[in-house]
């Protein structure tokens, strides 16, 4: 069963690789989505899988990558996957 899910991950997430390692993880754990960074310095990530793929990004996204010194990660869950997601793209 597919699910999906937005998250808004902010702290120290932008300018630290954060958008593609968070890709990178996603491929790895066969999400598919987005990750972009918002005007107000925090990342929006939207991902689409199995609920434990997404449940285990969840988990990644509170650490990052090394640089990262990320705050809080808010989730919501999403009742119809996005239109068009086949592969995990950073904006």
């Not at 925090?42 to 988990?59: C, D, F, Y």
Request: glycine content about 10%; some cysteine; charged content about 20%.
């Amino acid at each position: 069963m597919m699910a999906a899910a937005r998250f808004i991950v902010s702290g120290k997430v932008q300018g630290v690789y954060y958008r593609a390692s968070t890709r990178d993880h996603a491929i790895a754990l066969g999400v598919m989505g987005s990750a972009r960074n918002l005007d107000d310095g925090s990342v929006e990530v939207v991902a689409v899988g199995t609920g434990n793929a997404i449940s285990e990004l969840e988990r990644w996204l509170w650490q990052g990558p090394p640089s990262a010194k990320v705050a809080d990660v808010c989730r919501e869950e999403l009742a119809v996957a996005p239109n068009g997601v086949r592969d995990f793209v950073t904006g």
